[in-house]
């Protein structure tokens, strides 16, 4: 699974995910920190990765745009702000259900 982890998803999370064989990269890693979220989500697209974040309203309502104009994203995977202990065990039972599912347009939560 390749994701990509919004700015306020923390950085520690992606070395945790790495470890559990995830393919992750950071907004720090991309030297994308600060741009807009249609610029992250584009980015994340082009990448061929869903998109990781805790802001749920925001990307909710993108993500309903880009379908509504037939637009395609990679995933988007949604999560309360959690500590990373606990944002990582949600992972784990994600990935154990959606491991080798193609996320593409859809939208998911932790």
């Known amino acids: 699974m390749n994701v990509y982890l919004d700015e306020n998803i923390p950085v520690v999370l992606c070395t945790a995910l790495m470890a559990h064989g995830v393919n992750c990269l950071t907004t720090q890693q991309a030297g ?63 990935l154990h259900q959606h491991q080798t599912d193609d996320l593409t347009n859809l939208v998911l939560w932790l």
Not at 67 to 85: C, D, F, M, W, Y
Request: aromatic letters at 10%; proline letters at 3%; a positive charge.
């Open 32 to 94: 994308n920190l600060g741009l807009s979220d249609v610029q992250q989500l584009a980015f994340a697209t082009t990448e061929g990765r869903a998109l990781v974040t805790f802001n749920c309203k925001d990307f909710l309502l993108l993500v309903q745009q880009w379908q509504e104009s037939n637009r395609t994203h990679a995933g988007l995977i949604l999560s309360k702000e959690l500590p990373v202990p606990e944002l990582l065990r949600h992972f784990r039972r994600f």
